[in-house]
């Protein structure tokens, strides 16, 4: 066999708080495509972020075909010939593809200075049809399918005769017939002896396109398999790992209670297909999937932030129409966004004046002025209630700790009366301590009789917490499972359950 | 079907521009229609001659606006540049050439200022121009006395823009020559791909090895160059440098600008579309001065006509 084009390992990479590599180990071979897979923060991004010089390593060496090569940026990287993809498009939509291809480079006379368009457009269309892309250089970038935008971008990748190509999730937002179009031309660069590493979540591609599977957990390599003798089963339990998380399953005895929420054929776009869910007094009701699957979109439809398309909501059985987040609010819902320094605080206001914000209505005096012993009252009682750890009322809600500033929104919602709660990722970026406090809050909310929806991408967090759990895959409900019958591998099923992977073993041959 | 949409979408840029036409050519015939006086030669020069100075304003400010920036500086640094020549030519007595440079010189350094406080400085173009618009206007007072600077020894500096070729004003020839120099800088050049790069998706530009923050500085210089250019045509019109003159110009120019579909988002824009807005502009003024429309009524038609521009604009981009 070839000698690799690149070898990594014990990788070290520390952040503040997260061991997010520990002695990683990867290689990559001319004219193979070998996949990397792994949960939601198992380390995948940050490895090749530490392949291509964003971030610098803090341990562990990398061989460039055999050579031992330090990365310091990602110019060092693409000169040695790794180019990368991000899922995020890096191209200018207003200029044309030949135009975003030799940017920064561009072919040039007239002293230097007069741009050679002529040119640009030829060894653009050489370039393409080079790679059997069907497409014409003159096309302005906006105009172009995403599909055809990503060929765009391998091309652009390959004009600095990279050798090495990573893709980030090159699929996510790509129909059948656009991920079939890609992996020709995957095929075409790896059969021209290009190596090539994959990251993806959607599990059922790994056969088609790869050769061999690299499998991280938690920042830790743990197996790399060849796909032919690679079962998905395989695959699944390598992935959520095999401990199991010893959580005290809760009993889902919610089915006398009354349902407070429910959707009905729910439907906006790509991206919520036929969602119909009920959502009961005083349960944690789960929504598990990968990212993109539809969970936030979902939620966001719900809380009016997003049009929709079509489908019924009922609160308490009354069908109610709710066109923004202030109807939504009016009906008693409440949206924790999983970004809450963007949308759900303000950063430099204090604790009081974000939990009475809202509501500041029922704090007003009979000129009109707000009254300032009423708000320290209610923000006292709800500082109190929910065990809020701050210094004093007076304190700007930008020095607390990521949980503290989550309960700060929560009692936000709880002072507005939200019966509803929308919990988008309500753990992220909070540590480990913190997070045992959020959970316990959320299991005495639901006790009181609120009801709550929790999106979570943290399988053991979904398990622990949820009475209920449904899984989202590419806009649709893919599966319901009650806590007692939940189980890592079970989720993961579901949420991989692609609509061409449901069909395809019968149609497909 | 979906073709047929899709192609219609391709085709909205070209639409805008051919729409703009449309209306120039539409308020023309109307206001033909209402008075005789309107299509008259003497006031077809008078239009030409009144969209020159602000059309090379435009000219320049739609160079920044399509790198999603702006430049509010561009009036009181036109009359900056004025004063300077004046400074140049009447006060130190030196030839006409070295003032008119001298002007253009003014302009084009504080564009470069500009830009290297926003590039380096990371401020917001809105600030940055904000302050060089009042350094700018307290300088050319502080300068000049407060008094205006006439050329009154130099006879030739007003046919800079006043005298004529085949009876069509110089400063109209030095408008159309610099849009069409502006017109091939932004079509032909490094610098004009560079200013739609950084305005379509700055990030990207930067990734993709550009030099963000030079080129940036080079687009506001460049603004800044048209600016001084600007400001040598009004003295010249004058002849003589009115130190309280400007402010407010830079507003009809960044309006010319976007009523000729350049986007305030960036990564947009044309040349052409910049010049037929600066007379839409000011075919719409002169015609309803004609039509004795008092000028307070004649300024709240102008603004309803931006605000309808930016709302198409809007339309235009909601269809993407």
């Known amino acids: 066999m070839d000698k690799p084009l690149i070898l990594m390992e014990g990788i070290e990479k520390s952040f503040p708080g997260v061991h997010a590599l520990n002695q990683v180990h ?209 695959i699944i339990s390598l992935m959520v790992g095999r401990e199991i998380y010893q959580t005290s399953k809760r009993s889902s005895e919610k089915e006398d209670e009354e349902v407070v929420l429910e959707v009905r054929n729910l439907n906006r776009g790509r991206v919520i297909k036929n969602v119909s869910f009920k959502l009961k007094r005083g349960e944690i009701l789960g929504f598990a999937g990968l990212l993109g699957a539809g969970r936030t979109e979902v939620a966001r439809a719900i809380f009016g932030a997003d049009p929709i398309d079509s489908g019924e909501i009922y609160i308490k059985g009354r069908r109610v129409h709710i066109k923004s987040p202030t109807d939504a609010v009016k009906h008693g819902i409440g949206y924790l966004s999983e970004d809450r320094k963007r949308y759900g605080l303000m950063l430099g206001l204090d604790v009081e004046d974000n939990i009475v914000i809202a509501t500041l209505e029922r704090f007003l005096g009979r000129l009109g002025w707000v009254k300032r012993s009423k708000t320290s009252e209610e923000a006292r009682m709800r500082v109190d209630e929910l065990d809020i750890k701050t210094p004093s009322l007076q304190q700007k809600v930008k020095y607390l700790s990521g949980g503290t500033q989550q309960k700060v929104v929560v009692a936000k919602w709880l002072t507005r009366n939200c019966d509803i709660l929308i919990f988008d990722e309500p753990t992220r970026g909070i540590d480990v301590g913190a997070k045992s406090e959020i959970y316990k809050l959320l299991n005495e909310l639901a006790e009181s009789g609120k009801s709550i929806i929790m999106i979570s991408s943290e399988l053991p967090e979904i398990l622990r917490m949820s009475h209920r759990i449904i899984v989202m895959c590419e806009g649709r409900i893919t599966g319901e499972l009650m806590a007692e019958e939940a189980t890592q591998e079970r989720i993961m099923q579901y949420a991989t359950m692609r609509t061409n992977s449901v069909i395809s073993p019968s149609s497909r041959r | 079907m979906e073709k047929v949409l899709k192609r219609f979408t391709i085709r909205t840029g070209a639409m805008q521009q051919v729409l703009i036409f449309a209306s120039l050519i539409g308020m023309f015939i109307i206001f033909s229609l209402a008075s005789p006086n309107f299509a008259q030669f003497e006031n077809i020069i008078g239009i030409l001659l009144a969209t020159a100075v602000n059309g090379i304003l435009a000219v320049g400010v739609t160079f920044v606006i399509i790198t999603s920036g702006i430049d509010l500086s561009i009036g009181t640094v036109m009359t900056f540049s004025s004063v300077m020549a004046g400074v140049f030519i009447t006060f130190w007595r030196l030839p006409v050439i070295v003032g008119v440079l001298a002007g253009i010189g003014a302009g084009t350094l504080c564009g470069l200022i500009n830009g290297t406080i926003i590039s380096k400085l990371k401020m917001p173009p809105f600030i940055a121009t904000l302050g060089m618009m009042m350094i700018a206007k307290g300088l050319s007072l502080v300068i000049s006395g407060l008094k205006p600077i006439y050329f009154v020894d130099t006879p030739v500096f007003s046919k800079i823009a006043m005298g004529s070729i085949l009876q069509i004003p110089n400063a109209v020839i030095v408008f159309f020559g610099a849009a069409i120099v502006a017109s ?88 052409l579309g910049t010049v037929i807005g600066a007379f839409i502009m000011s075919v719409l003024t002169n015609g309803l001065r004609i039509l004795s429309i008092p000028q307070e009524w004649q300024t709240v038609i102008t603004g309803i006509i931006v605000i309808v521009a930016v709302y198409v604009d809007i339309l235009r981009r909601h269809q993407r």
């Not at chain 1, 392949?51 to 803090?58: E, I, Q, R, S």
């Not at chain 1, 498009?89 to 007239?110: S, Y």
């Not at chain 2, 200013?195 to 080079?218: H, P, Q, Y």
């Open chain 1, 26 to 234: 990867f290689d990559l071979y001319p004219g193979e495509v070998h996949a990397l897979v792994g949960e939601n923060g198992a380390g995948k991004s940050t490895l090749m972020k530490v392949l291509t010089g964003v971030f610098p390593k803090d341990a562990g060496h990398i061989y460039y075909k055999g050579k031992e090569v330090d990365i310091p940026n990602p110019r060092a990287a693409q000169l040695l010939g790794i180019s990368i993809i991000y899922q995020e498009m890096e191209l200018m939509p207003h200029l044309t593809v030949a135009q975003n291809i030799f940017i920064g480079r561009e072919p040039r006379r007239g002293f230097r200075f007069l741009l050679d368009e002529k040119e640009i457009n030829r060894k653009a269309e050489e370039l393409l049809s080079s790679l059997h892309i069907d497409i014409d250089p003159r096309t302005k970038v906006a105009d172009l399918t995403v599909a055809k935008q990503q060929m765009v971008e391998i091309a652009k990748a390959l004009s600095y005769n990279a050798e090495v190509l990573i893709m980030d999730e090159p699929t996510s937002a790509l129909s059948e017939t656009e991920v079939e179009e890609l992996f020709e031309t995957i095929r075409h660069l790896k059969n021209n002896g290009m190596g090539i590493i994959y990251i993806t979540h959607r599990l059922e591609e790994l056969k088609e396109i790869s050769d061999r599977i690299t499998v991280m957990r938690n920042g830790q390599y743990i197996d790399t398999l060849d796909t032919r003798e690679a079962t998905l089963d395989r």
């Open chain 2, 184 to 271: 091939l800088i932004l079509t032909k050049t490094v610098l004009g791909r560079y200013t739609f790069a950084i305005g379509s998706n700055e990030e990207a530009a930067r990734l993709s090895g550009i030099n963000v923050d030079a080129w940036k500085i080079a687009i506001y210089a460049l603004c800044g160059f048209f600016t001084g250019l600007a400001g040598v045509m009004m003295a010249s019109r004058l002849n003589s440098a009115q130190p309280s003159l400007g402010q407010g110009y830079e507003l009809e120019a960044i309006a010319a600008a976007v009523i000729g579909g350049t986007s305030l988002s960036g990564g947009e824009g044309t040349i």
